[in-house]
């Protein structure tokens, strides 16, 4: 604990952190910060561009002892036009299969400053050997909804059993989600709740690594990483409406080994949500701009298991969002989210910037109370500082039956316009040290809890609720 205490610092030091302190000012009317985004975003591609022109168009893909030189696969030489209007969805696919079937490394090349129009697509390994879809274009998905018809409404782009597989390049995934979200019932409640694609989806994967994307306007999730193994994405940047239904920036949902850094994030739902058998997940660097925030859950829906440790969220700038970072899960689950820690964030203007919700209800009828619950225990908030815009600052609403456990806060100073900021607890039991404001009301006792052992015998014992 003592060396995660000395670490705790809020301030941000890389190059990126410029941009966040230029963003931070600029953020104060949507527009401003869009722009603020978009401005970033340009920053960082021009700078992507002049690397590449400075190099000499052999030193691209130079021989070295620990890869040799990929085969470079451009997309328009197989017949792609990249004009936004002709499908060019069957040449990437060929182009996919000539890929994935070469025995020596591979670069799937998608030009800059073209558009390729891209229907519901399957990329499937494994491959002979390592690929690379290098992204200095635009892959656009199809407007209308109808074009998915018979196919998966789940996918747009579904990336599946594939190793070191790297996706990189500066360019853009649109996925034209305006007529989904239209038709989304919680756009209008008079339509079918009904499901949206994610725009990529990454399954069963091992070794992946993203650098340098930019998605807009996905149908529903922007980027999930699902039962994937050793993941690595940093600097993404994903935008969409403040309005627009459930669209998470990145989801990722039982995998493990989950890095993700220098990430800008502004949509409609979860800045990055964190479901179901996930472990060993590090984010750092990140800034979320409206939307839903920092999500671990929503766990236990339908009275399903789910297991959620050893997360780590460092250096996150969190404005105008609902919530900042936050654990949800349904009653009725089981399973547990443990061992997390939020640790030097910032928070401008968020509703809710830390929150445990074991009551977690997004449903239209109420949710009926159950004593079952995903267990949550050993979560440490460090160092989060900035501006809620509700006087509830710190809400821990946990479970009757199972008591959020070993909360720890520490330097925690969330101020509110109106001066006066509170916290709520149920069931919390925890502890804190440095300053905290507003005032921690988690409880600090440790609690004496019958154990059933047999049917007909009771012991009593103390359990430790609130220290480690
Ligand atoms: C590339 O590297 C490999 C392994 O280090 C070496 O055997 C090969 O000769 C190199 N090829 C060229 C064209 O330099
Ligand atoms: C909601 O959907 C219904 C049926 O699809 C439609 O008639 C109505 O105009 C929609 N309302 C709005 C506000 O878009
Ligand atoms: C992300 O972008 C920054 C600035 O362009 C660059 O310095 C950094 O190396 C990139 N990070 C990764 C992991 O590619
Ligand atoms: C999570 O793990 C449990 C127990 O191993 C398993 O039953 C369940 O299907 C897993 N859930 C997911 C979404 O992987
Ligand atoms: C605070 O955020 C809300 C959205 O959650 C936004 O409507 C409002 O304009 C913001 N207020 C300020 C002062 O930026
Ligand atoms: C609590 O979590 C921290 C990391 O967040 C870990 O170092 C520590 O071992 C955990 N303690 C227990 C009792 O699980
Ligand atoms: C469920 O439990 C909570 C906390 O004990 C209580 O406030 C609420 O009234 C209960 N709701 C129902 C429907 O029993």
């Known amino acids: 604990m003592a060396r995660l205490m000395r670490s705790s610092s809020s301030s941000f030091s890389n190059p990126h952190s410029i941009y966040l302190t230029y963003c931070y000012f600029l953020h104060t009317r949507t527009l401003f910060s869009s722009i603020c985004l978009l401005l970033f975003l340009n920053t960082a591609n021009a700078n992507g561009f002049n690397r590449l022109i400075q190099l000499p168009t052999n030193g691209l893909y130079r021989n070295s002892s620990i890869s040799s030189k990929p085969v470079l696969l451009n997309i328009d030489d197989f017949g792609a036009k990249g004009d936004g209007f002709t499908d060019d969805t069957k040449v990437l696919q060929d182009v996919w299969k000539v890929a994935c079937s070469l025995p020596s490394r591979t670069k799937i090349l998608i030009p800059k400053g073209k558009f390729y129009l891209i229907k519901p697509s399957n990329f499937g390994g494994p491959c002979q050997s390592d690929v690379t879809l290098k992204m200095s274009g635009s892959i656009t998905a199809p407007r209308e909804p109808e074009a998915w018809h018979g196919l998966d409404v789940h996918k747009w782009l579904y990336f599946h059993g594939i190793k070191n597989f790297k996706l990189e390049g500066g360019g853009i995934f649109d996925g034209m989600g305006q007529e989904w979200w ?137 404005f105008d969002t609902e919530n900042g970072v936050r654990i949800k899960t349904w009653q009725g689950g089981s399973g547990f989210a443990r061992k997390i820690t939020f640790q030097n964030i910032w928070m401008q203007n968020v509703s809710n910037p830390i929150i445990i919700d074991q009551y977690y209800c997004d449903s239209s009828v109420p949710c009926l109370n159950q004593t079952s619950a995903v267990s949550i225990e050993n979560i440490s908030f460090r160092g989060i500082k900035g501006t809620s815009a509700k006087e509830e600052a710190m809400t821990f609403k946990c479970s009757d039956s199972y008591p959020c456990k070993r909360i720890y806060l520490e330097n925690i100073q969330l101020t509110t316009p109106s001066g006066i900021a509170n916290s709520y607890c149920w069931e919390a039991y925890g502890t804190s040290t440095g300053l905290i404001y507003p005032p921690p009301c988690i409880s600090s006792g440790d609690i004496v809890i019958r154990h059933n052992v047999k049917p007909n015998s009771t012991y009593w014992r103390k359990d430790y609720y609130a220290f480690f």
Not at 237 to 257: E, F, K, L, M, Q
Not at 268 to 294: A, K
């Open 182 to 318: 239209a038709r989304s019932c919680k756009r209008n409640n008079s339509n079918p709740c009904t499901h949206a694609p994610t725009a990529i989806t990454f399954h069963k994967c091992t070794n992946l690594k993203v650098r340098k994307v930019t998605m807009f306007n996905s149908q529903q999730m922007h980027m999930a990483f699902t039962s994937c193994k050793h993941v690595s994405a940093a600097n993404v940047t994903v935008i969409a409406p403040r309005d627009s239904p459930n669209t998470d920036g990145i989801h990722i949902s039982a995998s493990t080994y989950v890095e993700l850094k220098n990430l800008i994030i502004s949509t409609g739902d979860d800045c990055i949500s964190i479901v179901s058998n996930s472990s060993r997940i590090r984010i750092n660097n990140v800034v979320c701009g409206q939307g839903h925030g920092i999500s671990i859950g929503s766990l236990g829906k339908y009275n399903t298991y789910a297991a959620v440790q050893d997360v780590i969220v460092n250096r996150a700038f969190f």
